[in-house]
């Protein structure tokens, strides 16, 4: 049994599971933590999402706790992991008709900054795909990125682009252009 649980981490791990597009001869058996895939392997989770979890559903479960956070100045990330065809890139960026993460995460942010007055806001963001062990920037593809961490700053990726955001629409546009540097 593999657990994520109950660790001294503020890191927590949620869990989508895709719908299966063909009958599974021993299928999956889920809880709200735990996800079995055979009788001698079970893992446990912070969160397991069923399939038919609508991606609002899944903003309001996982990242609207996040991004609250970052609006009260605590540093956040949520990402989505997993192997290729696994539904990584709908749950971030939605489609036409099903907002993602993504966009359901900016509007928060913006929602919140209209609700405050005599206030100023400088919102930045870059925009980076990792994959193959390489660090790739998708506003800027030609830059060199190296991840370095020091006591001061953490964690930060060295020549990375940064673009200010002034609306929600300068996001949508911009993540856009740069999903189609993806591999």
Request: charged fraction near 25%; hydrophobic fraction near 35%; glycine fraction near 6%.
């Amino acid at each position: 049994r593999t657990s994520t649980r109950n660790m001294a981490s503020p890191t927590q791990v949620a869990v989508r599971i895709k719908p299966a597009h063909e009958v599974l001869t021993e299928p999956w058996r889920f809880t709200k933590t735990t996800i079995q895939t055979s009788p001698f392997a079970c893992f446990e989770f912070d969160i397991v999402l069923p399939p038919e979890t609508r991606a609002d559903e899944l903003y309001n479960e996982v990242g609207h706790k996040i991004v609250s956070g970052v609006l009260k100045g605590i540093n956040g990330s949520l990402f989505a992991y997993g192997p290729t065809n696994t539904g990584k890139s709908f749950t971030l960026f939605g489609s036409t008709k099903t907002p993602g993460v993504l966009q359901q995460a900016i509007h928060h942010i913006f929602d919140h900054i209209s609700e405050c007055d005599n206030q100023e806001f400088l919102l930045r963001y870059f925009f980076i795909e990792v994959s193959d062990e390489s660090v790739t920037d998708l506003l800027n593809p030609d830059s060199s990125l190296k991840i370095r961490e020091n006591e001061k700053q953490g964690v930060t990726v060295e020549g990375v682009t940064e673009k200010v955001i002034t609306s929600v629409e300068d996001v949508i546009t911009t993540v856009k252009q740069a999903s189609t540097r993806r591999r």
